[in-house]
T-cell receptor, first 116, second 114 residues
Framework: KAGVTQTPRYLIKTRGQQVTLSCSPI?????VSWYQQTPGQGLQFLFEYFSETQRNKGNFPGRFSGRQFSNSRSEMNVSTLELGDSALYLC???????????????FGEGSRLTVL | AQSVAQPEDQVNVAEGNPLTVKCTYSVSGNPYLFWYVQYPNRGLQFLLKYITGDNLVKGSYGFEAEFNKSQTSFHLKKPSALVSDSALYFCAVSPTYNTDKLIFGTGTRLQVFP
């Protein structure tokens, strides 16, 4: 069974631009969550989706947004990029049923964003 | 507010020796606790979780964790360390049982020397 796939793996943007990151969960997984990993702040929760509905949102500005499609694939978007948005963005999926999360997350290898 | 603390930035242990990676938690209700491992340039991998029941939880790759309610701790242990165990270990807590929103600790780098 294929794991969580994130694209692109690496990208470089300049301040003020926007970026869209994509995540394909493990087949059959309907829950997708996103995390930001930085050396200074560590791992921080961004969003959690189930069946195209945002179930939880972390404490990030409105420039960070996400969505989930009917096939469970998910995207996150960051608009008006700032230098501090440079990070590894990790997507995870889980097999939670009936809209319930499990905490047992399967992570992708991440998208490393560098903002210049 | 829910939080976890990992007091050690790095733990060094010789191969074959037992290892312990420490984690303490602060929650307002029942704790739902997790350990994850991150190998270089890789995403995180789930090791084990505590929801309820036995205080000793067994997980992947020979790891186990001991839940101690009185000390609010959830330390990760392994009887005999391997060089391949060298990685970054994260403790995490979930605010409720039915969510994938995890609050992670700052991580502890485990270095196992031959």
């Amino acid at each position: 069974k294929a794991g969580v796939t994130q694209t692109p793996r690496y990208l470089i943007k300049t301040r003020g631009q926007q970026v869209t990151l994509s995540c394909s969960p493990i087949s059959g997984h309907r829950s997708v969550s996103w995390y930001q990993q930085t050396p200074g702040q560590g791992l921080q929760f961004l969003f959690e989706y189930f069946s195209e509905t945002q179930r939880n949102k972390g404490n990030f500005p409105g420039r960070f947004s996400g969505r989930q499609f009917s096939n469970s694939r998910s995207e996150m978007n960051v608009s008006t990029l700032e230098l501090g948005d440079s990070a590894l963005y990790l997507c995870a999926s889980s097999s939670g049923l009936a809209g319930l999360g499990t905490g047992e997350l399967f992570f992708g290898e991440g998208s490393r964003l560098t903002v210049l | 507010a829910q939080s976890v603390a990992q007091p050690e930035d790095q733990v060094n242990v010789a191969e074959g020796n037992p290892l312990t990676v420490k984690c303490t938690y602060s929650v307002s209700g029942n704790p739902y606790l997790f350990w994850y491992v991150q190998y270089p340039n890789r995403g995180l991998q789930f090791l084990l979780k505590y929801i309820t029941g036995d205080n000793l939880v067994k997980g992947s790759y020979g790891f186990e964790a001991e839940f101690n309610k009185s000390q609010t701790s959830f330390h990760l242990k392994k009887p005999s360390a391997l060089v391949s165990d060298s990685a970054l270990y994260f403790c995490a807590v979930s605010p409720t049982y039915n969510t994938d929103k995890l609050i992670f600790g700052t991580g502890t780098r485990l270095q196992v020397f031959p």
